[in-house]
């Protein structure tokens, strides 16, 4: 332990950071780190941009903050109703919030009072999928499924009723479509078993995220279960925290399948890292019933201030001025292909996945069964400090419930130019080099262990 008096996860001691611009930044020992994952998923136009600054600065000297149920204020109108055009006009209703876990309590809660405004207070349970990740507050840590991060807290946590996604990477029927079929229908039976009269709603990420490495569910698998939402009658949350405001290539994830949800919400990329902004979008309906059963019954502090809704509508036009999200397709393309590239050379990179400037690594210890390496190896963690010391910042998680399926993600700011995505590649091949080499090492050592302990000492 250092002697520091912040705390956070366990692990090494860090870098002091220093300064930040475009894609770079520099600890005050002077290396530079290429930002391969935007902090968390989260700094979609990278660092140190003077729009943004300009415009944060122009709304503190007008108002830093005003209370939402004293004022209205016009950079939270003007973000309102970008927000609802970015989904087409489909989602027409924005509550705001400051981060991720705040827009997914948000809608948890939103979803139920619903119910309750409608004559359907027996409607008391989510279904969500494991893995997954919604969020650290209890409520959105109750619809998470990563078990590390439940496990100390279930005896406080109300768990939704957790069910398997596709997995196109280990499924073993016939083909993706036959998989999504057995899943759909194993799904349409948990439901069925709990009781569909109990079911609030339906939440899950459209893209995955870090929880399962950017794992694609895909059109089939999220228009079933846009029906079996609709056959019971309950509601569909996509939880956009980390795909929403571009981050796929379109404004949210949702909009690549053609399913449309109930209620939507979004957060990182929309403040971009300077400053915390987070929305619920829902359907005008469903706002109507619950403002006329007396108001939502829900709010925090910091909601809808001035300055986080200036700084959310400065990140979207620049977004829009742009075109970044044309330069994510065309970005993500190159990353795809450079990715690929890299995962032929090893074996140990089971699968490559992802969409847009949203891309997974699945590190296996057996290609043909698919075996993940061992937990205790530690095999994200290796992988994302040597990449670091290359230079390169990458996003370490595990796929399989949080317990083991090491990957990690790279998912560079949005406004990456094509020479650095290059660089990137470069960088995460050296590290992988390394890593690679670290493996033949290791099994070097084991196959010597046996002869070594039989060789006579003298
Ligand atoms: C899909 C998803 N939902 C919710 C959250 C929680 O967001 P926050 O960390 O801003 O509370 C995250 C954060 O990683 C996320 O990726």
């Not at 930040?20 to 290396?31: C, E, I, P, S």
């Not at 053609?258 to 309906?285: E, M, N």
């Amino acid at each position: 332990m250092t002697n520091s008096p912040l705390f956070y996860q366990a692990g090494p001691a860090l870098p002091d950071i220093s300064h930040a611009d475009g894609v770079t930044l520099w600890d005050t020992r002077g290396k530079h780190y290429l930002d391969g994952c935007a902090g968390a998923i989260s700094c979609n136009l990278g660092h140190g941009r003077q729009d943004i600054r300009n415009a944060m600065l122009a709304q503190l000297d007008r108002v830093a903050f005003t209370y939402r149920t004293q004022f209205e204020n016009a950079p939270a109108v003007a973000l309102a109703h970008a927000l609802v055009d970015m989904t087409e006009g489909l989602l027409e209703k924005v509550f705001f919030v400051s981060s991720g876990s705040e827009a997914v309590e948000s809608a948890l809660k939103l979803a139920r009072q619903f119910f309750v405004a409608t004559g359907e207070p027996q409607r008391r349970r989510f279904v969500s999928l494991r893995p997954s990740y919604h969020g650290s507050t209890l409520g959105a840590l109750g619809v998470t499924g990563y078990h590390p991060l439940e496990a100390p807290f279930t005896a406080l946590t109300q768990a939704s009723l957790k069910v398997p996604g596709p997995d196109f990477y280990r499924h073993r029927d016939a083909d993706d479509d036959a998989h999504v079929d057995r899943v759909l229908a194993e799904t349409r039976m948990a439901i069925e078993t709990a009781g569909p009269e109990s079911i609030i709603a339906f939440v899950l990420e459209p893209v995955g995220g870090a929880s399962t490495g950017a794992r694609l569910l895909g059109e089939r698998y999220l228009k079933g279960i846009r029906t079996l939402c609709d056959e019971h009658g309950c509601l569909l949350i996509l939880d956009e925290v980390l795909t929403g405001v571009g981050r796929t290539g379109a404004w949210f994830a949702f909009q690549h399948y053609g399913v449309v949800p109930d209620l939507l919400v979004t957060a990182k990329g929309l403040g971009a890292g300077y400053y915390p902004v987070g929305a619920l979008l829902a359907r005008d309906d469903i706002v109507a019933a619950v403002m006329a059963s007396g108001g939502f019954q829900h709010g925090h502090t910091y909601a809808g201030n001035p300055l986080a809704c200036a700084t959310g509508l400065a990140v979207v036009e620049a977004i829009r001025r742009e075109r970044l999200l044309e330069n994510t397709r065309a970005r993500g393309e190159q990353l795809e292909t450079g990715l690929r590239a890299l995962a032929e050379r090893y074996p140990w990179v089971g699968h490559v996945r992802g969409l847009g400037l949203l891309w997974g690594v699945e590190l296996v210890a057996d290609p043909a069964t698919r075996r993940p390496f061992p937990a205790e190896q530690n095999r994200f963690a290796q992988i994302t400090a040597l990449a670091k010391e290359e230079g390169l910042l990458i996003y370490p998680r595990r796929s399989l419930d949080g317990v083991a399926g090491d990957h990690f993600l790279v998912s560079p700011p949005l406004t990456i130019h094509a020479e650095e995505v290059e660089t990137l590649l470069e960088r995460l091949g050296c590290a992988m080099a390394r890593f690679d080499r670290a493996l033949v090492d290791a099994a070097d050592d084991a196959a010597l262990t046996p002869q070594l302990k039989e060789a006579p000492t003298s």
